[in-house]
């Protein structure tokens, strides 16, 4: 048997969720299945629970998220949690940013695929864009790094007053203590822990939400931020 032909069928709930998309959502799962597996993107023990673990668990983030926004998903991998974000909420501009070749390859087949016109993969770490690509509202990510880790790669991309949305576990709480100095030196003013996707999935998504004020990654990104943006615009002169 082939790690496709063990994909499960896709539960009701994935109907509920996705709604007009869902066949573009049944689509994804059997390319993540198939060609995921066979490129290292995932694990072929995770495709019996693609649906549940995966696709839903990411899409139900959608909740948070607000209307007519653009976000970045940094370390996007396989497309989690952007392209099943994307599949629900056609209304977002959405950059997959992933540094490593075989996942943009397979991100790009992807979005083209499924006809995801609102979609753009770049190819590059949060830290190497910064200044080149437009600040954005929202930047989301899945199973990354730790927070406070991820928060220095992420905050610094979002515009004055946005929020970083990180999908995390039972641990949620915890690594939120743990980064509270580091994300104050990020200029973050708030921070929550949200549960996600009641009706849709159990146990529902744990989304830790990091809110900015006007200087997101603080006064040294600022400053890096600005010069990466001088930088880009001379090139573009050239």
Not at 43 to 70: D, F, I, K, Y
Not at 89 to 104: A, G
Not at 150 to 170: C, F, I, Q
Not at 178 to 202: F, I, M, N, P
């Given at each position: 048997?082939?790690?496709?032909?063990?994909?499960?069928?896709?539960?009701?709930?994935a109907?509920?969720?996705?709604?007009?998309?869902?066949?573009?959502?049944?689509?994804?799962?059997e390319?993540?299945?198939?060609?995921?597996?066979?490129?290292?993107?995932?694990?072929?023990?995770?495709?019996?629970?693609?649906?549940?673990?995966?696709?839903?668990?990411?899409?139900?983030?959608?909740?948070?998220?607000?209307?007519?926004?653009?976000?970045?998903?940094?370390g996007?991998?396989?497309?989690?949690?952007?392209?099943?974000?994307?599949?629900?909420?056609p209304?977002?501009?959405?950059?997959?940013?992933?540094?490593?070749?075989?996942?943009?390859?397979?991100?790009?087949?992807v979005?083209e695929?499924?006809?995801?016109?609102?979609?753009?993969?770049?190819?590059?770490?949060?830290?190497?864009?910064?200044?080149?690509?437009?600040?954005?509202?929202?930047?989301t990510?899945?199973?990354?790094?730790?927070?406070?880790?991820?928060?220095?790669?992420?905050?610094?991309?979002?515009?004055?007053?946005?929020?970083?949305?990180?999908?995390k576990g039972?641990?949620?709480?915890?690594?939120?203590?743990?980064?509270?100095?580091?994300?104050s030196?990020?200029?973050?003013?708030?921070?929550?822990?949200?549960?996600?996707?009641?009706?849709?999935?159990?146990?529902?998504s744990?989304?830790?939400?990091?809110?900015?004020?006007?200087?997101?990654?603080?006064v040294?990104f600022?400053?890096?931020?600005?010069?990466?943006?001088?930088?880009?615009?001379?090139?573009?002169?050239?």
């Amino acid at each position: 048997m082939t790690e496709a032909a063990e994909l499960p069928q896709a539960p009701e709930e994935a109907r509920a969720v996705f709604g007009d998309f869902f066949p573009e959502a049944v689509r994804y799962a059997e390319l993540l299945a198939d060609a995921g597996v066979k490129r290292g993107l995932i694990g072929p023990r995770e495709v019996p629970r693609l649906w549940e673990r995966h696709l839903l668990n990411c899409a139900v983030l959608s909740e948070v998220v607000p209307q007519n926004v653009t976000v970045c998903d940094v370390g996007s991998g396989a497309g989690l949690p952007g392209i099943p974000l994307a599949l629900v909420r056609p209304d977002l501009k959405i950059t997959l940013l992933e540094p490593l070749l075989r996942r943009t390859n397979f991100l790009q087949e992807v979005v083209e695929l499924l006809g995801l016109d609102h979609v753009t993969v770049v190819r590059g770490r949060a830290e190497e864009v910064l200044g080149s690509l437009p600040p954005v509202h929202v930047v989301t990510a899945r199973a990354v790094a730790p927070l406070d880790r991820l928060a220095g790669w992420g905050v610094p991309l979002l515009r004055p007053y946005g929020e970083m949305l990180a999908l995390k576990g039972d641990t949620a709480e915890e690594e939120l203590q743990g980064a509270r100095a580091a994300l104050s030196k990020l200029g973050v003013v708030e921070t929550s822990v949200l549960h996600v996707g009641e009706g849709h999935v159990d146990p529902l998504s744990t989304v830790v939400r990091v809110e900015v004020g006007e200087s997101p990654g603080g006064v040294r990104f600022a400053a890096k931020r600005a010069k990466a943006a001088r930088t880009s615009r001379t090139r573009r002169r050239r």
